[in-house]
């Protein structure tokens, strides 16, 4: 008897690996043959993908931008890698993947398709109010996720939010929907690190984005700071192509006044090792930050703001902290409640770790959408 074989779709090799390798592995560990379909695959990003028991497919996908000619060429490409490959099931996630690889997987003849949206980003974020043209991607990402997801058989969405948003839109029927926590984090390679109160260390890692609150944290960290000098701001991510991320020039004045410390884009490990409160100021429609999660499992306290997915990951009082978007004394507020009671790191550092243990482990996570999709 021949094993059934099973497609994962993303718009990057790194993500693939980065958020999808626990779930690569267990549909693998229940006798499924895995192509991992990504468009920027290296010699690295192969082998690792190897490593996992997966097959690596390069396809043609454009991450970012709008280019309906290149973009139905590659609908009909991946089709055709589709038809070839003869999986089963398929699960896209990210929008394009989401969207295209839904679309692409109905034509190849695929007869379960499965789509699962991490936050719904920039096309449908505050800024999508701001132009014209930020106006039209938003319209037209709803139209085409409309006529995706119509094509799935379900839908994952990572917090309440984002699926009630996409049935108050008309996009997808709420009967499709299947929350699940997040990505969820590895409880194994994630530990709890032990707190660290002095000096008292405040760490931001993500993407360079306007919208991540990197602006807000900066801002903070420069009142923080005249008030109590020995207090450390850390900023991990690297520059982003998108229309909202922070430039250089600021990052690196930032640096030059002495507020900040960036090391770039680095491993967040060792960084987070250092820290005493981890903090997320954003407003991106994310979908459960992972970054938050991580810092969860390794027993951080949190700052972080109370938009859609964020707020998910923070009891107030009792693990962390919620704030409101773009409430850059609010935050400043919340910083100062740990530097004035450095014990808080301590006992919402350990129910950080207990609230990743309730929610947020990858396994369970993972067991809700294989058993789901009838794996």
């Given at each position: 008897?021949?094993r ?6 993303g ?15 267990d ?18 990003t192969t082998?690792q993908?190897?490593?996992?028991g ?7 996908l454009s ?16 089709a055709r ?8 099931t ?5 929008i ?5 690889g839904?679309?692409?997987a109905r034509?190849?003849?695929?007869p ?8 719904l980003?920039?096309?449908?974020g ?26 799935a ?9 984002d699926?009630?948003?996409f ?37 931001l ?11 807000e ?6 009142i ?12 991990l ?31 967040v490990?060792?960084?987070l ?54 409430d ?9 409640t740990?530097?004035?009671?450095p014990?808080?790191?301590h006992s919402?550092?350990?129910a ?7 929610k947020?482990?990858?396994r ?6 294989i058993?789901?999709?009838?794996l």
């Amino acid at each position: 008897m021949s094993r059934k074989s099973f497609a994962i779709i993303g718009n990057q090799a790194f993500s693939l690996l980065n958020f999808r390798s626990p779930l690569i592995r267990d549909i693998i560990s229940r006798g499924y043959d895995v192509y991992a379909l990504a468009p920027d695959f290296d010699v690295a990003t192969t082998e690792q993908v190897r490593q996992l028991g997966a097959v690596p497919v390069s396809i043609s996908l454009s991450r970012t931008g709008l280019n309906p000619v290149r973009d139905l060429r590659d609908v009909v490409k991946l089709a055709r890698v589709l038809a070839r490959l003869r999986p089963e099931t398929v699960l896209s996630f990210s929008i394009k993947p989401v969207i295209y690889g839904t679309l692409s997987a109905r034509f190849a003849g695929v007869p379960h398709r499965y789509a699962l949206i991490a936050g719904l980003g920039y096309a449908f974020g505050d800024s999508t109010r701001s132009t014209f043209k930020a106006k039209l991607l938003h319209y037209l990402a709803r139209a085409l996720y409309k006529l995706s997801l119509s094509q799935a058989q379900r839908v994952f969405m990572q917090n309440p939010d984002d699926a009630a948003d996409f049935v108050r839109m008309g996009i997808v029927d709420g009967g499709k929907i299947q929350e699940v926590n997040g990505t969820g984090v590895d409880l194994l390679t994630w530990p709890v690190l032990p707190p660290v109160d002095q000096p008292m260390t405040f760490l931001l890692a993500a993407r360079l984005l306007a919208e991540k609150g990197i602006v807000e944290y900066a801002e903070a960290a420069r009142i923080v700071k005249a008030k109590f000098p020995q207090t450390r701001f850390i900023l991990l991510g690297g520059l982003d192509s998108n229309p909202n991320g922070v430039g250089r020039a600021g990052v690196e004045r930032w640096v030059a006044e002495g507020i900040l410390e960036w090391p770039g884009h680095v491993d967040v490990r060792p960084w987070l090792r250092q820290a005493s409160v981890y903090v997320l100021p954003s407003y991106y429609r994310e979908g459960i930050p992972r970054s938050i999660q991580e810092a969860l499992a390794s027993g951080r306290p949190v700052i972080t703001t109370s938009a859609p997915g964020c707020r998910e990951t923070v009891v107030e009082g009792v693990n962390g902290l919620l704030v409101p978007v773009r409430d850059v004394d609010a935050l400043v507020g919340a910083m100062l409640t740990f530097v004035q009671r450095p014990e808080l790191v301590h006992s919402m550092g350990r129910a950080s770790r207990m609230l990743a243990e309730e929610k947020f482990d990858v396994r369970e996570i993972n067991r809700t959408m294989i058993s789901s999709m009838g794996l």
